[in-house]
T-cell receptor, first 114, second 113 residues
Framework: KAGVTQTPRYLIKTRGQQVTLSCSPI?????VSWYQQTPGQGLQFLFE???????NKGNFPGRFSGRQFSNSRSEMNVSTLELGDSALYLC?????????????FGPGTRLTVL | AQSVAQPEDQVNVAEGNPLTVKCTYS??????LFWYVQYPNRGLQFLLK??????LVKGSYGFEAEFNKSQTSFHLKKPSALVSDSALYFC???????????FGAGTRLTVKP
């Protein structure tokens, strides 16, 4: 079974631009979560989607948004990029939202904002 | 406030020696507890989890973790470390009431030959 895939793997953008990251979960998984990983803040939860609905949201500004499609694939969008948005963005899939199930992580998208 | 603490940024052990990576949490209720490992340029990989029941949980690659409710701790252990265990380890806690998921800051484990 294929793992979680994220595209692109690397992105370089400039301040003020916007960016869209994509995540394809493991087949059969209906929940997708997004995390931001930085050296200073560690792993921070962005949001979780299940069956095309946002089920949980972290403490990030409205510039960060996401959506999930009927095939469970998910995208996250960051508008008006800031230097501090440079990070590794990780997507994780699981069978269900929340609960005791473990998450399966993709390799991440490395975003650099210049 | 909910928090997950990994008090050691770095743990160094010699190959063949036992290892412990510490995690304590401050979360209401009876949360689910997880350990993940991250190798360079990779996403996180699930190691093990505690839901309920036996306080000693066995996971992948010979790792185990001990849950201690009174100390609100969930320390990761392995009886005999391998050089290939060198990686970044994350403890995570998910609340059972609102599904809020929090990760610790991570502990870098280095196993020296």
């Amino acid at each position: 079974k294929a793992g979680v895939t994220q595209t692109p793997r690397y992105l370089i953008k400039t301040r003020g631009q916007q960016v869209t990251l994509s995540c394809s979960p493991i087949s059969g998984h209906r929940s997708v979560s997004w995390y931001q990983q930085t050296p200073g803040q560690g792993l921070q939860f962005l949001f979780e989607y299940f069956s095309e609905t946002q089920r949980n949201k972290g403490n990030f500004p409205g510039r960060f948004s996401g959506r999930q499609f009927s095939n469970s694939r998910s995208e996250m969008n960051v508008s008006t990029l800031e230097l501090g948005d440079s990070a590794l963005y990780l997507c994780a899939s699981s069978l269900f939202a929340g609960g005791p199930g473990e998450q399966f992580f993709g390799p991440g998208t490395r975003l650099t904002v210049l | 406030a909910q928090s997950v603490a990994q008090p050691e940024d770095q743990v160094n052990v010699a190959e063949g020696n036992p290892l412990t990576v510490k995690c304590t949490y401050s979360v209401s209720g009876n949360p689910y507890l997880f350990w993940y490992v991250q190798y360079p340029n990779r996403g996180l990989q699930f190691l093990l989890k505690y839901i309920t029941g036996d306080n000693l949980v066995k996971g992948s690659y010979g790792f185990e973790a001990e849950f201690n409710k009174s100390q609100t701790s969930f320390h990761l252990k392995k009886p005999s470390a391998l050089v290939s265990d060198s990686a970044l380890y994350f403890c995570a806690v998910r609340r059972t009431d609102n599904n809020d998921m929090r990760f610790g800051a991570g502990t870098r484990l280095t196993v020296k030959p």
